[in-house]
């Protein structure tokens, strides 16, 4: 069993910036897939980035292009989103999730997931 713990989320103006961090624990996953998604009010989950521990190669969804930037700390096994210019419809319930395997975009794929961390972004 792998446990990811999220930490960073809060309140924050439009334009604002977080940092999100996902510790992992249990056994070792340097060649798991990671990524995080997110989930509104009424709305499906979805994916925001994802990252291949071993390759390096990751994925983001269109509308964080630019915005949005996950990356990994091996020795600490962490993998982080930094979050700049935050939009108000940012504000969503941001989960962390590992995988077995390459990186994927569905949240079906994903063996693990954390408890979720809450991010508002106010106008």
């Known amino acids: 069993q792998v446990q990811l713990v999220e930490s960073g989320g809060g309140l924050v103006q439009a334009g604002g910036s977080l940092r999100l961090s996902c510790a992992a624990s249990?056994?070792?996953?340097?060649?798991?897939?990671m990524g995080w998604f997110r989930q509104a009010p009424g709305k499906e989950r979805d994916v925001v980035a994802a990252?291949?521990?071993?390759?390096?190669?990751?994925y983001y969804t269109d509308s964080v292009k630019g915005r949005f930037t996950i990356s990994r700390d091996n020795a600490k096994n962490t993998v982080y989103l930094q979050m700049n210019s935050l939009k108000p419809e940012d504000t969503a319930v941001y989960y962390c999730?590992?995988?077995?395997?390459?990186?994927?975009?569905?949240?079906?794929?994903?063996?693990?997931w954390g408890q979720g961390t809450q991010v508002t972004v106010s106008s």
């Open positions: 999730a590992a995988r077995a395997g390459m990186v994927k975009t569905t949240p079906s794929e994903y063996n693990y």
């Open positions: 249990g056994r070792t996953f340097s060649s798991y897939a």
């Open positions: 990252i291949n521990w071993s390759g390096g190669s990751t």
